[in-house]
Structure formats: structure tokens, C-alpha cells
């Protein structure tokens, strides 16, 4: 009999296939639940484990493992982006350069334990010289593992604030994440795309934001489940990007543009599998240790399925 697994993806490209029931895992099938916006699905996951199979983002992973949550990852790396364009500030607060943010209250939308934060702060720090402890982080949310415990520069925004409202009215100077349109409220970082592009062509800095977990009875009960997946999202992938590539590609994400543009420099946009990941996931780590959002080091290849660290696609 085969065993359908309940599954939480988002609808993009490289998982259209898989989304349209074209393909499903051997000897399984999946059976998908929506859920809008996604974090909150990552958060049923992380409290509940209300999914079999469920995308999660990365820093999301590692905190809720380190906090017992019995998932574990397979690398199939969803979704990469770029995020020096995420640090936005209000130009009235006369900022020049990213090491202005020292001293200041900077927001960041939901929880500081969010990927995208973790890499932008990653980004002032290594980049542009950033003391991350000066900074008083201001969060517009709570985090996905209740049980994770902030460093002592981390704190609520004040209750009934709106962090978009306070980022426009300048009363909070600077935001990592969040989506504002306002003429006084620009990137931080000037023509950051760019500069994102040239971070990956000359330091290989190609930021993973979400990857996949199955919960871990799922992977006891039936063991050949992570290389059956695994296997899935590889060939949905392939199917995306030779049509993308191509020219053929009949849909439109906005994730689409990303993965043109970097075809260019690294052929795969979308490589799967630990050791062509390596460098980004050990930085990852390396810097969820340094903010205060784990309390121990980790290996990278301890965090994935046994069976598919060997994997590539």
C-alpha cells in the first residue's frame, strides 16, 4: 500500500512538478496542505509536527534541533537568495555606511532566529565591519521554538507598534526584512542586487534560506522515504530549469529572474546535496553559533538524514 505523506511546499519552479502531481516519491504520494503565509506552516511543524514532510527554513532547523524537535533535514535547498537588499533604512536618519547602525535600535521582522536576518546580519558583520552587539535588535514577532531564550540585545517591539509605521516615521532608523514603499525608506546598501551578484562571483556567498524535514518516525517507520524524496525534488528541479534554461518555461515565479541570473556563474542554481553546499551551510552555522541562536557547534553533515548525505542532484 503506498503511504501518502502530508506535505507542506511552497508552488515555485523547481517544485511546480511535484506540486502539480507529476511526480511523486517512490512508493509514496503526497498529499499537500496550503498554508498562507508559509512561516506559519514552519511554525505548526516546529510545535506541533502537523506535516510528514515539510519545508523549513534553515536557522528554523537548526534552533528547533538543538531544542529537541524530532525532524530531520534532507539538502534539497528550496530556496537561496540574495540579502544585502533586505537591510532597509529611513534616509532622514543621515546614515553613510552600515557601521552607522552601530549604537542604533534596528528592527527585524518576526524573530530574530529568522534565516533572512541571520544572513543580513551576517552580511553587516563580515562585509561591512558591523559590531552585531552594539545593536539593539527590535523583533515585530516571537520565534518558532518557544523555548529558544534571546541574547540580552534582543527585544520586543513595544506592543501595538507596526514596525513597517515605525521604520516610515523614523522612529526605528533601520529594518532588516521588511516591505515598505515609501520615499524615505530605501536599501542600505546602494544598487544591493548588484552587489549580492558580485559577493557570489568573487566570495561564493549564495545564501540558503529553506531546505525539507521529515518528521522522525516518518524516517524510522520507512527509511527508504528520505532518498524516495530526495529523488522527487532532484528530477522536479531538472525538469524546471532545463525548460527555464531553454526559454520554454510557461509560468512566471519570482524566483525565476534569481535563478537566470546565476546560471551564468555556477551552472546549477539549485544544487542539491551537502558537499556542493558545504562552505554555505558551515557559514550558516558558524554564524547562528556567533548570534547567540545556538548554543553549540554543530557538524554539517550531523544535521541531515544518514542516507542522503552522500546525495547530490
Same mark, same amino acid.
Request: proline residues 5%; glycine residues 8%; aromatic residues 8%.
Given at each position: ?11 515555485q %519552479?523547481?517544485?511546480y ?7 511523486q ?19 505548526? #511543524?516546529?510545535?506541533?509536527?502537523d506535516?510528514? @514532510? ?24 528550496? /530556496? ?49 565591519? /558591523? ?7 527590535? $523583533?515585530?514577532?516571537?520565534?518558532? @521554538? ?16 507596526? #514596525?513597517?509605521?515605525? $521604520? ?13 514603499d ?18 557570489l ?52 515565479f519570482?524566483?525565476?529572474? $534569481?535563478?537566470?541570473? /546565476?546560471t ?8 542539491? %546535496? ?5 562552505? #554555505?551551510?558551515e ?10 541562536i ?16 552522500? $546525495?547530490?542532484?
Amino acid at each position: 500500500m503506498t503511504r501518502t505523506l502530508k506535505t507542506l511546499t511552497r508552488t515555485q %519552479g523547481n517544485n511546480y512538478a511535484i506540486k502539480q502531481g507529476d511526480l511523486q516519491p517512490e512508493g509514496f504520494r503526497f498529499e499537500f496542505e496550503e498554508v498562507n503565509p508559509l512561516p506559519k506552516g514552519f511554525r505548526r #511543524m516546529v510545535r506541533n509536527l502537523d506535516f510528514d @514532510v515539510s519545508e523549513m527554513a534553515l536557522t528554523t532547523y537548526l534552533c528547533a534541533r538543538e531544542h529537541g524537535v524530532r525532524f530531520t533535514a534532507l539538502p534539497i535547498f528550496l /530556496v537561496r537568495e540574495f540579502h544585502h537588499g533586505a537591510i532597509l533604512h529611513n534616509r532622514l536618519a543621515g546614515f553613510r555606511h552600515p557601521k552607522d547602525l552601530e549604537g542604533q535600535r534596528v528592527g527585524v521582522n518576526r524573530g530574530y532566529t529568522v534565516t533572512t536576518g541571520v544572513w543580513a546580519r551576517a552580511i553587516l558583520e563580515q562585509e561591512y565591519g /558591523v559590531d552585531l552587539d552594539s545593536i539593539t535588535w527590535v $523583533l515585530s514577532g516571537d520565534e518558532h @521554538v518557544s523555548a529558544w531564550q534571546a541574547p540580552g540585545n534582543v527585544v520586543p517591539l513595544e506592543s501595538g507598534l507596526n #514596525m513597517e509605521e515605525e $521604520l516610515v516615521s523614523g522612529r526605528l532608523p533601520a529594518a532588516i526584512g521588511v516591505q515598505v514603499d515609501h520615499p524615505e525608506v530605501e536599501t542600505l546598501i546602494p544598487n544591493a542586487y548588484d552587489v549580492s551578484l558580485k559577493a557570489l562571483k568573487e566570495a561564493g556567498l549564495y545564501p540558503i534560506n529553506h531546505l525539507i524535514v521529515i518528521r522522525d518516525d516518518v524516517l524510522a517507520e520507512y527509511p527508504e522515504v528520505a532518498k524516495a524524496v530526495f529523488d522527487t525534488f532532484v528530477e522536479s528541479k531538472t525538469q524546471y530549469l532545463r525548460q527555464l534554461n531553454a526559454g520554454i518555461w510557461s509560468h512566471s515565479f519570482s524566483t525565476d529572474q $534569481l535563478h537566470r541570473d /546565476v546560471t551564468p556563474i555556477l551552472g546549477d542554481p539549485l544544487p542539491y %546535496g551537502i558537499e556542493s553546499n558545504r562552505p #554555505m551551510l558551515e557559514l550558516l552555522v558558524s554564524q547562528a553559533l556567533r548570534q547567540g541562536i545556538l548554543t553549540r557547534k554543530v557538524s554539517v553533515d550531523e544535521v541531515f538524514a544518514a542516507s542522503t548525505r552522500h $546525495l547530490t542532484g
